[in-house]
């Protein structure tokens, strides 16, 4: 069993940036492909980014080329960076992990472990 806890979630003028993180636990060795999610009032939960062990990344085309997926695997740690935010990226953020060892899970999306969310709202 793996906990997830995201962090870093606020008020943010569009334009601007704000940092994402999420801490692991439980049994963090565990732990292969990692990932955010992000869910808007209203609508189904959306892929946001994903990242392998290894730092391979895919993004939402809604957000590559503004946010930045990483992770400390030594400190159990995911983070993401948003900058350049626009109001339409208001919504909870979900960290989430695969305990699988499935690599494809960078494009299948389909993990097992999620937190509990953090909130981001974004003014125009």
């Known amino acids: 069993q793996v906990q997830l806890v995201e962090s870093g979630g606020g008020w943010v003028q569009a334009g601007g940036s704000l940092r994402l993180s999420c801490a692991a636990s439980?049994?963090?060795?565990?732990?292969?492909?990692m990932g955010w999610f992000r869910q808007a009032p209203g609508l189904q939960r959306e892929f946001v980014a994903g990242?392998?062990?290894?730092?391979?990344?895919n993004y939402a085309d809604s957000v590559k080329g503004r946010f930045t997926i990483s992770r400390d695997n030594a400190r159990n740690r995911l983070y993401l960076q948003m900058n350049n935010v626009k109001p339409e990226d208001t919504a909870v953020y979900y960290c989430?992990?695969?305990?699988?060892?499935?690599?494809?899970?960078?494009?299948?999306?389909?993990?097992?472990?999620w937190g509990q969310g953090t909130q981001v709202t974004v003014s125009s």
């Open positions: 439980g049994r963090p060795f565990s732990i292969g492909v």
């Open positions: 990242i392998t062990e290894g730092g391979s990344t």
């Open positions: 989430a992990a695969d305990t699988g060892g499935a690599s494809w899970v960078l494009y299948t999306h389909e993990y097992d472990s």
